[in-house]
């Protein structure tokens, strides 16, 4: 297979980019692509499960009702019962391939998390992100149709409208991508007839994460600076339980063990969720991470326990194998002591605007997984249907890019990359400072609770921090570090715009200033595209007044 042309363009190796592959391998050239090495995803970090009714007790409208109770009024009910409907028969196909899913006397084991009605979680102890990734990429790896490389950082989508002989088109197209040889730095077109984003979610964009270094929002940026439309940008969820540790800031304490019984303390020891909803720990993630911020704000605590220490030794290590390992690791024995737990950065509910199938504004363009928006959702995800949105989007897009390939589009040569000009950088500090400015913007006001005020000053500290990166971008010689930087300052922006739009107080978006849900806003979403005026900037109305 050539390194500069295929059929298919995936970037990204996570769960849904393999499932995708590994389903059109039998029709087309496959190549995909992945900016670190391939199980460097949020994929392989995933620690919960994949949500899907198995149980007799439990229903496909209960699953429903609960992804519509946790999406707060702004899920898509189609995309809600199709996905739900389908889990089983997905989460079948990958025990198929491999997955050493838990079993029991009745089938899978199940586990139970918040939001959740009923035990509908199916796991692999708690590493079922990694045995997922690591059976897929087994069978990627083992496929002649498929080309995966590592080391490859996107820069910007090839378009019909930027080719010097094919301006003028009426709808833009896009035909793969430019892409850097993280080894090389060398920048070369990477063209195909269908390309589709994988690409993950954007968690750092913010100062404390559970998510890799990859996670840096390169697909939503591209896409938007294409002009395909971003949705619902507003919605982060902050995970309630990140280890609160200077040796493992990103360790996530999965869902899964608030499931099994754990209980959250202030560090004065009192049990502050009992009070707070009806399933006390058990509750939605923005209401546990609301719940941990205002505990520790209120008495200036660094952290909050998660305790476990109630339940059996001998229960907590068979459930829990790895979280036990790493944390004896640290020193921290979770059957006897607390565990240090404080919210971090986690997961995107809004992304592209797609379609369950992937399609996005632009022909050629696709976007599944973390890095869509296709309305399942809507205002706060519910736990572990993230992994199974992925899978299920995956099978819907290979149906949607066969399509395509039938019709025989005939790809463009590309031109090639130009530098003409540009020079390297003179010293990484100011990039470093850069890079971390605009991550501490995002997180101390752009957080899990905003207010005007503090909307306004992001947002035009943000655009002065876009206008320098901008102007690097255009000058210095590109760097993996350079490409990312500059699209989490977008994403970081598009955040912030979407938020401030948004005058109310919805699932993950808490405002100070309108703290109620409001019925004007109930089916409301917020929709962001780029300005078609070049001299407009880049995110519309950034930096203005509210």
């Known amino acids: 297979m050539s390194r500069t042309q295929a059929d298919v363009l ?11 592959a590994l389903r059109l391998a039998e029709h087309a050239r496959v190549k995909v692509l992945t900016k670190k090495r391939a199980d460097d995803t949020n994929t392989n970090w995933a620690q ?7 149980d007799g007790h439990d229903s496909f409208a209960s699953h429903v009702t609960d992804t519509l109770r946790a999406g707060a009024g702004l899920c898509d009910r189609d995309v809600v019962r199709a996905v739900v409907r389908e889990a ?10 491999g997955v050493p899913f838990n079993r029991n006397a009745r089938g899978f084991a199940l586990g139970r998390e918040g939001g959740h009605s009923r035990r509908r979680i199916v796991h692999a102890s708690d590493f079922t992100g990694r045995a997922i990734e690591s059976t897929l990429l087994d069978r990627v790896r083992a496929h002649r149709n498929i080309e995966l490389l590592e080391d490859q950082v996107a820069v910007d989508l090839i378009l019909d409208s930027r080719l010097s002989r094919r301006r003028g088109a009426r709808r833009d197209t896009v035909w793969g991508a430019y892409v850097m040889d993280r080894r090389t730095g060398r920048i070369r077109p990477v063209t ?9 979610g954007c968690g750092k964009v913010y100062l404390y994460t559970t998510n890799p270094d990859v996670a840096t929002g390169d697909g939503l940026a591209m896409a938007y600076r294409a002009g395909a439309s971003v949705e619902s940008l507003e919605f982060v969820q902050f995970h309630p339980t990140c280890l609160f540790h200077p040796q493992a800031r990103t360790f996530l304490i999965s869902e899964a063990v608030r499931g099994e019984g754990a209980r959250l303390r202030t560090l004065d020891g009192d049990r502050f969720m009992v009070g707070v909803h009806p399933l006390a720990e058990l509750a939605p993630r923005d209401i546990v991470a609301r719940a941990i911020d205002r505990e520790m704000k209120r008495r200036g605590h660094p952290h909050v326990w998660l305790d476990l220490t109630h339940v059996p030794a001998a229960r907590i290590r068979a459930r829990f194998p790895n979280i036990h390992a790493k944390l004896r690791g640290l020193g921290i ?4 002591e607390p565990i240090p737990v404080v ?10 605007r797609a379609t369950l199938s992937g399609r996005t504004d632009l022909e050629g363009l696709y976007a599944i997984g973390e890095v869509a928006c296709t309305g399942l959702h809507g205002a706060n995800r519910l736990a572990s249907n993230s992994l199974l949105e992925a899978l299920v989007g995956a099978h819907h ?7 395509r390939l039938a019709r025989e589009p005939r790809v463009p040569r590309a031109e090639p990359w130009r530098a003409v000009g540009t020079r390297p950088p003179r010293e990484a500090v100011v990039s470093e400072h850069h890079w971390d400015s605009v991550r501490r913007v995002m997180w101390d006001l752009v957080g899990i609770v905003r207010s005007d005020e503090r909307l306004e000053f992001a947002a035009r500290r943000l655009a002065l921090l876009s206008g320098e990166i901008e102007r690097d971008y255009a000058r210095l010689r590109l760097s993996p570090d350079l490409i990312e930087l500059r699209n989490i300052a977008l994403v970081g922006s598009l955040i912030v715009a979407s938020a401030s739009r948004r005058r109310e107080s919805r699932g993950l978006h808490t405002n100070l200033d309108h703290p109620k849900s409001s019925a004007i806003w109930a ?10 005026d070049p001299r407009a900037p880049l995110v519309p109305g950034s930096g203005a007044r509210l």
């Not at 897009?397 to 399509?403: G, I, L, N, P, S």
């Open 333 to 336: 024995d979770m059957t006897r």
């Open 10 to 20: 995936v970037l990204g190796s996570g769960i849904g980019g393999l499932t995708l």
């Open 88 to 97: 089983p028969e997905r989460v079948r196909e990958l025990a198929t391939l």
């Open 48 to 54: 919960g499960g994949i949500a899907a009714v198995f």
């Open 397 to 403: 897009c290979a149906d949607e890019v066969r399509a």
């Open 343 to 352: 919210p971090a950065a986690h997961y995107m509910c809004g992304g592209v």
């Open 192 to 200: 195909a007839a269908a390309t589709v984003l994988a690409t993950g």
């Open 523 to 532: 089916r409301r979403r917020i929709v962001l595209r780029r300005p078609t």
